[in-house]
């Protein structure tokens, strides 16, 4: 714990950053329960679950496409703060159209697919950012952090959200969502250092070519798909249908289960950053896969609420350290020049996946067949990690190290 807290006192810019995104995701995650909620409200809403998640995710793929060459080109400063702007109004759209009237079936997606387009722009600047702000010996504990904000704005948000739920409705929880927006853009105006890279004038420009053609690199970000493939279907469809049809408690029930899923990622987060593993980093991360994957296994056990929350919870733990290792070992390889670029294009390939497990499990589930969808889950999670195992590690090129971040703000 004290190497997080030192990394925080010492680094002010990636502190303001660190905290602004961790208010941000809490809204995010209070925003996922809302606005599903809003839907399986509305005729159908169990089928057009699958239909929320393909708007929350597939636009994904056309924003991170974009974001990538503008982080480069521009401030990430400038592009964060753009981005909670417009991320915060959509968002603000359905309170504000719930006290003038009421909410237009077609509106939570059209917020859900805004929300995708943009979401590769916080996804992808701020661990491009993180190297500028801190040294390359904090990365691993900064990496950490970052993943523990996720999990740990992740229990609170969701946690929150289903006495929000009931209280004040869905609406009151995305006017907050739209505050938390306004947060993260007032935290990162306070960055003193620019978070945009600015290469000698004698070095020519490099094409990313090169860095796609990295084995290591590429065989982690598949691996990372395949498995997003299966969460993605387990957090977006599965969790929000047993909950209202299987599981007692209803709200309640979902908010469990994604905090299970948070508390989670923040225990195996805190120990990724403060643990590196004596085998090779592709070696753990397969082995943490394999783990990961055997958690589906306990949806199985429903209607029983703990074991099933207990799966979520192994996912969370053992997902956690797959992102921290794998985001050192691309900060390692990937040139400063094309850590916009690249991080985007990685991170997109990730998040676009989620939509393929919505389109595969939405329909095993209407037709109630929950042990087929169980075993997909499983098989999508696991067998990437097995075919990990054989890609061999191999130390990153030379031509990628870089002296930054050694004098930064304390």
């Known amino acids: 714990m004290s190497t997080y807290l030192s990394l925080l006192k010492s680094r002010r810019d990636f502190r303001h950053l660190w905290l602004g995104s961790s208010i941000s995701v809490m809204g995010d995650s209070m925003t996922f329960i809302a606005l599903s909620w809003l839907v399986l409200a509305q005729p159908d809403g169990t089928a057009r679950l699958g239909l929320l998640a393909i708007c929350y995710t597939a636009p994904v793929l056309i924003g991170g496409l974009a974001a990538g060459p503008l982080l480069d080109r521009f401030d990430k400063r400038t592009a964060l703060i753009a981005d909670s702007v417009l991320r915060g109004l959509a968002v603000a759209s359905i309170p504000f159209a719930a006290v003038v009237a009421t909410v237009p079936t077609w509106l939570p997606f059209l917020v859900a697919a805004l929300y995708g387009l943009l979401k590769m722009i916080p996804m992808a600047a701020v661990p491009a950012a993180i190297p500028d702000l801190v040294t390359p010996g904090e990365r691993d504990a900064a990496n950490a952090l970052e993943s523990v904000s996720y999990s740990l704005s992740g229990i609170i948000g969701f946690t929150a959200a289903a006495p929000l739920l009931h209280a004040l409705g869905p609406e009151a929880i995305l006017a907050l969502d739209a505050a938390t927006y306004a947060c993260f853009a007032i935290t990162v105006r306070l960055i003193r ?3 945009r890279h600015r290469p000698h004038p004698s070095t020519p420009p ?6 796609f053609r990295d084995k ?8 990372f798909m395949a498995f997003n493939i299966a969460e993605g279907a387990m957090t977006m469809v599965v969790a929000p249908w047993l909950a209202k049809e299987h599981l007692p408690g209803n709200g309640a029930t979902l908010s469990l289960l994604m905090a299970a899923l948070s508390a989670g990622e923040l225990l195996g987060g805190f120990a990724a950053g403060a643990w590196r593993p004596r085998i090779g980093r592709l070696t753990a991360i397969a082995l943490v896969e394999l783990v990961a994957a055997a958690g589906f296994l306990a949806v199985l056990a429903t209607p029983e609420v703990l074991p099933v929350a207990a799966g979520f919870l192994i996912i969370g733990t053992f997902s956690a350290p797959m992102t921290v290792w794998a985001q050192s070992l691309r900060m390692e390889r990937i040139p400063p020049s094309q850590r916009g670029r690249v991080f985007s294009v990685f991170r997109t390939m990730m998040q676009a996946t989620p939509p ?5 499990i939405t329909p095993l589930l209407v037709t109630g067949d929950l042990t087929g969808a169980v075993i997909l889950m499983t098989t999508l999670a696991a067998l990437p990690a097995l075919l990990l195992l054989l890609l061999r590690e191999t130390p990153e090129p030379a031509i990628h190290q870089t002296p930054e971040g050694a004098q930064h703000d304390r």
Do not use: D, E, Q, R
């Open 193 to 195: 250092k620019p978070m």
């Open 356 to 360: 393929i497990g919505a389109a595969l």
């Open 216 to 223: 290591i690199l590429i065989g982690t970000t598949l691996a």
């Open 206 to 211: 490099k094409s990313p070519t090169p860095v």
